[in-house]
């Protein structure tokens, strides 16, 4: 075996600080509707989160077997590779964590690890049947299951709860909310975490410090776990604000069904070594439980930018790997260019974020602007009763001109209350 190279040194830090990103973009997959329905505070509903994520690290490593072992051909690659990959995943994070949409993470490391991939060895490095199976198949079934699930699961429990008292039930709900998303955050942790593992073990083993087919070590391990939940207890405001109120209103019923859904499916992709999107399961989840309480309205315009983003995900961070790969492939200059690059790119996106702050103060506050207040107001109806009863109060001429008294009103008219 071989000792660390710079180069080395460089992607396990650039998969540490993408599996950061991870934490604070997916914070809001664990903690979005438990902060909306007010089952919890905000920070220590990040908080709760953060160490849940940790522990959840520890708990299987299929899932990092499936993308150290099976997604790409170890021997057609170079670390250089993995670092341009990372650096197409950490700059879509952060653009749709910018712009609060609660798009992949999982498939924004994916994309960013088949494009640097192909751009460096070509089509053939790329095993084809391993991305079909393990990722193609559960980003589209995933969504669905859990939305499913959940929309079954919500009409379960207002039924059930029908013949208890409102708020009996709202609290009865709450504290099941709080057990489902910690549910959520630790199959979070034992899902997400699991592929900057994988990604830092292929690095590894490209590198020559590991021999193939080689499980994570304890230390890398640890490191993702640590990294996810410094991440996720940062917050990730702006796309829990997107997924907690700009999809749907929920109460605690939905949201526990919401949740419980989500983890459910989350949970058995990872004992299965399926590479899932937490955020594709509980969006979908979410969604469900909108659908699952009668009256209840999902906002497909929110829900039309996610599946935009969605589909832009493997495509976009592929792009920008590949193009990273291709300078990096120069020598030593284009490593640090790319990297000058990437920390300069992540600079620029924080500071844009500072215009417009988004934190535990305000995430439940609808934006007067943006994502969330067209959503707001694709669905809610004019208030054409006040308008009437305004324009009586400031009009108060009939149509011939002649003032109008409460006597010129016609005996029969009901009164108002």
Do not use: C
């Amino acid at each position: 075996m071989e000792s660390f190279s710079l180069i080395l040194a460089i992607v396990v830090i650039t998969a540490l600080a993408f599996d950061f990103t991870n934490g604070f973009h997916d914070t809001a997959n664990a903690m979005a509707t438990t902060i909306s329905t007010g089952a919890m505070k905000p920070k220590t509903a990040v908080a709760m989160s953060a160490v849940l994520n940790l522990v959840g690290a520890f708990l299987s490593v299929e899932v990092a077997n499936t993308i150290s072992k099976g997604l790409v051909d170890e021997s057609g690659i170079q670390p250089e590779v993995i670092f341009a990959a990372l650096v197409g995943a950490i700059l879509w994070n952060l653009l749709t964590w910018l712009v609060g949409l609660p798009s992949s993470s999982s498939h924004a490391l994916m994309g960013g690890l088949l494009g640097a991939t192909v751009a460096s060895a070509g089509f053939g490095a790329v095993n084809g049947g391993t991305l079909i199976t393990n990722v193609l198949i559960p980003a589209l079934a995933a969504p669905l299951v859990a939305g499913i699930a959940a929309t079954v699961g919500a009409r379960i429990t207002y039924k059930l709860g029908s013949k208890t008292e409102e708020q009996t039930a709202k609290k009865g709900y709450r504290a099941g909310q709080i057990a489902s998303a910690a549910l959520v955050s630790l199959a979070h942790g034992t899902n997400d975490a699991q592929k900057t593992m994988g990604v830092i073990t292929l690095a590894l083993v490209t590198g020559g410090v590991l021999v193939p087919d080689s499980d994570p070590p304890v230390w890398v391990i640890a490191s993702a776990g640590v990294a996810i939940a410094l991440g996720t207890y940062l917050g990730g405001w702006r796309i829990i604000r997107t997924m907690g109120k700009g999809l749907t209103d929920l109460q605690p019923q939905q949201g526990f069904a919401a949740q419980t859904s989500a983890a459910t499916v989350i949970l058995a992709s990872s004992h299965l070594g399926f590479s899932l999107s937490t955020t594709h399961s509980v969006s979908g989840a979410v969604m469900g439980a909108g659908l699952g309480r009668k009256g209840g309205v999902v906002r497909w315009s929110t829900a039309g930018r996610m599946l935009v983003a969605w589909l832009l995900t493997l495509p976009a961070a592929a792009l920008v790997a590949a193009g990273a790969e291709f300078v990096t492939k120069q020598g030593t200059w284009g490593t640090v260019v790319v990297a000058v690059f990437l920390v300069g790119s992540s600079l620029a996106i924080w500071l844009v974020s500072r215009r417009e702050v988004v934190d535990h103060t305000n995430v439940n506050h609808v934006e007067e602007d943006g994502v969330v207040a067209d959503a707001v107001a694709a669905v809610t109806p004019p208030p054409t009763m006040a308008i009437e009863e305004e324009l009586e109060r400031v009009m108060p001429y009939q149509a011939t001109g002649s003032a109008a008294s409460a006597d010129d009103k016609p005996a029969s008219a009901p009164a108002k209350v």
